[in-house]
């Protein structure tokens, strides 16, 4: 069984870990905020990191915003960031259509179960699409929708992928436009399978529940996830920031998304925090997700690293 | 590898088949009609088993309606039944509640993922019960929902179990309470968790892809469903109308519900059709979901056992 350092109070050890970084990938929910509530020093935490030179990028699976929306909520919680240090998993996606799918026209339209955030990051990579916030389709489903859902005449012969991200307004009627293009052979893309999403000190449904997962359950197949832990993902980060990967950090608060991805993609390390979902007990049990190599109890215990 | 008898155009082979059946159990869709079309010789098939004794029951595991309303599509498609041949997938799960589960009040009211058919069907068994096609839950989730949903404050703690059959009007809203009753200890049971079903010639979402599926997704549990193959609704059906299971045989065109579901109830045969999803080629595969013990062309080939 792998062990975890623990970090929190020994300055010394901060520093020789500190030391091994170049680049930090930095969970956001768990390990910044809790919902609307922003952890103490977790400003000074960042600029520390970067006074001492270090890249911070903050990767989150959160898909209904874009880059620029989340930027918002890091300067509306008084967090300092630029908006290039964002990688959320709808601009994970449109990278990944954009360039490495890279499907030749005519057939290369996304049909989208999402909100704007997607549509915006899709738009930035000049990919075209329809669904997402349509509000034509924000409606019950008819007998014209069943029959010319069914007999291909409503739908748009240019679809080639159906990208399934957290749609606040998911419903019937989308649910059967994105099953009929699957089974016309669209690549079947989700910007995250997360189950469920912290919210208000509890759990809601989470894109992997909303739209993948009643879309898997129809057609058999599983869609390539565009999030962490999926590899996917660390690989459209890798290509953006040209990042040396074992000089790079993951932190996070989740072993089977955060600790497991920066452990697949053979980052240098992994620093789990207990401020989010996964405890100690967690990664010392028998069939844990993933083992952290460092941890503290809270991201800002990293200060203790002041000089 | 078990044999398949084939009966079409073999009238002794028909009616050494009829004379070991009391009750005849029907899969509808696939079998009497597909979509609107009714095929050929049905009803006077049905007329010919009923004027030699025998009993047919309709087995559905179409959950959006009630007995009642089932009816009226039989009648308007002009096939002679009575309502109380019938048992749907909602049905079976009123019966499931009310005598099987026998949860003591207060806590045993259901918030149900459904359509009138199901609350029709709890309200004949005496079952409370909320969701399902209240108007107010048929809106975007809002602020004070994320609140009072994650608090409790807006839940009913009288819940006990979560129905999640086919919901035409599925939103996030919906499934966000249902998730909670879920986390909250409620009894998670599906009317039925076929992915899809045949609509127009093509498929679209089912009541296991609608509801089931997502609210699997987010808690990790699998419901108990009341329709075919469940065995819960074989007991359903043997306690509703005491029939010999020896003496039975299920008719279905579908290998993965129908025939397994007559084969796992151990009843005295099973027929298949080739009217509807399953053709030869599925049972004589050698991952075959369940091999009939029967089959003909389809229903209206029993005729030729007439005198």
Redesign the interface.
Known sequence: MAQSQYLTGDASAINAFLDKFDVFLIDCDGVLWSGDHVFDGVAETLEMLRSRGKKTVFVTNNSTKSRPEYHKKFESMGIPSDVEEIFGSAYSSAIYISRILKLPPPQNKVFVLGEAGIENELRTEGIRFIGGTDPSLRR??TPED??G???GSLLDPEVGVVLAGL??????LK??HA??YL?RGAIFLATNVD??FP????????A???GA??????T?QKPVALGKPSQAMMDAIEGKFMLNRERTCMIGDRLDTDIKFGIEGKLGGTLAVLTGVSKRADWEAKDAAAVPAFYVDRLSDLRAAER
């Open positions: 019950d489903i069943w029959k859902i069914a007999d749609d606040w307004h998911i419903n019937y649910l059967s099953y009929q089974r189950p469920t919210m208000n000190h509890n759990f809601f449904p989470g992997g529940s909303i997962a009643p879309l898997a359950n129809m058999g």
